[in-house]
Nanobody, 121 residues
């Protein structure tokens, strides 16, 4: 059982910044890739950013240069620093992690409940 607790969402004006945090807890053995997805009203969920266990990051083209993903392997947390926010960034943001219960088990994806980010113009 892995639980993800997200925080940092809220209302911000265009051009502002917000930092999302996601902490994993539970019976954790190993975490692989961690990432952030978002879903805006009327749209499908999309990958915003992800970061591998080695620190390699991938970003959606729409956020590249504005968002930065990072992780803390001691705290078992992933962060998303969002700068120069635009109204188009308004969405429900979900944290996700790949977790393995043991050396012998496959990676399994876990999701947070989501945190709302609203950017006003």
């Amino acid at each position: 059982q892995v639980q993800l607790v997200e925080s940092g969402g809220g209302l911000v004006q265009a051009g502002g910044s917000l930092r999302l945090s996601c902490a994993a807890s539970g019976n954790i053995f190993s975490i692989n890739t961690m990432g952030w997805y978002r879903q805006a009203p009327g749209k499908q969920r999309e990958l915003v950013a992800e970061i591998t266990s080695g620190g390699r990051a991938n970003y959606a083209d729409s956020v590249k240069g504005r968002f930065t993903i990072s992780r803390d392997n001691v705290k078992i947390a992933v962060y998303l620093q969002m700068n120069s926010l635009k109204p188009e960034d308004t969405a429900l943001y979900y944290c996700t992690v790949e977790h393995a219960q043991s050396h012998w088990d496959p990676w399994v994806n876990y999701w947070g409940q989501g945190t709302q980010v609203t950017v006003s113009s």
